[in-house]
């Protein structure tokens, strides 16, 4: 199976901070990585697939990229609805993995 | 609207069975591919498995703590997707979400327990 890392597992920001967060595969895995989003009690969403194409009505403040084995999502600009968990998501082979999470919270 | 609704969780003992249900509506579920995803209390986001279209060839595909023990099966006509879990463990306590992105369900919980 592709491990998949994060870092950061926490980063403390504030609102207007530029936040950047790394995620790392055990082996190639191209461009097939995706970002998702998740708050508390809440379904994840989908933020970026293809390491960087941004998913339908996400804001512009996010981007992603990289390719390989090393990636990354950018926050240009922390709102205060980005307060949240982060996961990135290997698609390139199965069994799908998913990182640990790198969690945002309030500085 | 695109609708994904889990239901079927519950309390079952080590060893048990339980089976979940993802109904479907608002796209076209026959051609979609569906994972199941889950994540244990205070945890991170798992995944469990995937079914692809029957035009795809409708095979699935599992992460390797539950092959041999779950079955991803869909039920087109009905627009439900299913998650057959045996042989369950304290670790597969969780909450099971549905999906099929960028669209997500709820999440159904399972608690397995003695």
């Known amino acids: 199976d592709i491990q998949m890392t994060q870092s950061p597992s926490t980063l403390s920001a504030s609102v207007g901070d530029r936040v950047t967060i790394t995620c790392r595969a055990s082996?190639?895995?191209?461009?097939?990585l995706a970002w998702y989003q998740q708050k508390p009690g809440k379904a994840p969403k989908l933020l970026i697939y293809?390491?960087?194409s941004l998913e339908s009505g996400v804001p512009s403040r996010f981007s992603g990229s990289g390719s390989g084995t090393e990636f990354t999502l950018t926050i240009s600009s922390l709102q205060p609805d980005d307060f949240a968990t982060y996961y990135c998501q290997q698609y390139n082979s199965y069994p799908i993995t998913f990182g640990p999470g790198t969690k945002v919270d309030i500085k | 609207e695109v609708q994904l609704v889990e239901s079927g969780g519950g309390l079952v003992k080590p060893g048990g069975s339980l089976r979940l249900s993802c109904a479907a509506s608002g796209f076209t579920f026959s051609r979609a591919w569906m994972t199941w995803v889950r994540q244990a209390p205070g945890k991170g986001l798992e995944w469990v498995g995937r079914i692809k279209s029957k035009t795809d060839g409708g095979t699935t595909d599992y992460a390797t703590p539950v092959k041999g023990r779950f079955i991803i099966s869909r039920d087109d006509s009905e627009n439900t997707l299913y998650l057959q879990m045996n042989s369950l463990n304290s670790d597969d306590t969780g909450v099971y979400y549905c999906s099929s992105d960028p669209y997500w369900g709820q999440g159904t919980l399972v608690t397995v327990s003695s």
């Open positions: 293809k390491a960087s």
């Open positions: 082996q190639s895995i191209s461009r097939w």
